[in-house]
């Protein structure tokens, strides 16, 4: 079974600094999705940014980027410029490219705080 | 422009009292989720429709079940909650059972 750490249960932010949240992943397929997910306190969990093991570029989505390692089967998200909305919690997240009835396996979150 | 919506918010119910929570969509997406979240946990899931086919996860009590009407609408029942019940429930949907659009949840306590 897949398994998803993530090993920082909280990390904080200046406003206006990079912040790098850590994932790493156990799987022994080949072709799979990567996802980080941001939960605002109150508010619906939202994709931020997704990966397919695939391909070989990094995924970017504005300020936020990934660093993919699939060898090491590491899923890191990078945040510049960081901003208060985006103080949330944050959960990596994997799913395996079978197709079918085949779940998210999710890690335990890292909270992120951003000090204004 | 609400996607998917969840009713209500947060749900007060008393131990052994059958509670129903609700998840519509505006997405018309053909599969609906239902997630249990706790405090500070990651979202667990108890079971998804793919259209009207009901798919059960191995570790879901039996006091959990669900109902899906329709393609729009999604129920959760709890016949008889328990304290660790208590939880955040999360609906979520999927065009393609990759990417899912989650709710705002429902937050349910149990006295």
């Known amino acids: 079974a897949q398994t998803v750490t993530q090993s920082q249960p909280e990390m904080s932010v200046q406003e206006a600094e990079t912040v790098t949240l850590s994932c790493t992943y156990d799987t022994s397929e080949s072709d799979y999705y990567l996802f980080w997910y941001k939960q605002p306190p109150s508010r619906q969990m939202i994709l931020v940014i997704r990966?397919?093991?695939?391909?070989?570029q990094n995924a970017t989505e504005n300020r936020f980027s990934v660093n993919f390692q699939k060898a090491a089967k590491s899923f890191s998200l990078k945040i510049s410029d960081s901003q208060l909305g985006d103080a949330a919690m944050y959960f990596c997240a994997y799913r395996s490219f079978v197709s079918g009835n085949t779940p998210l396996v999710f890690g335990k979150g890292t909270r992120l705080s951003v000090i204004a | 422009d609400a996607m998917v919506i969840q009713n209500p918010r947060y749900q007060v119910t008393q131990f052994g009292k059958p509670v129903t929570l609700s998840c519509s969509q505006t997405?018309?997406?053909?599969?609906m989720y239902w997630y249990q979240q706790k405090s500070s946990q990651a979202p667990k899931l108890l079971f998804h429709y793919y259209d009207k086919d009901f798919n059960n996860e191995a570790d879901t009590p039996d006091n959990f079940q669900s109902r899906r009407p329709n393609t729009s609408f999604c129920f959760l029942d709890i016949r008889s909650p328990g304290l660790g019940d208590a939880a955040m429930y999360l609906c979520?949907?999927?065009?393609?059972?990759?990417?899912?659009?989650f709710g705002p949840g429902t937050r349910l306590t149990v006295t």
């Open positions: 979520a949907t999927s065009s393609d059972r990759v990417r899912q659009y």
């Open positions: 990966q397919e093991a695939y391909k070989q």
């Open positions: 997405l018309n997406h053909n599969v």
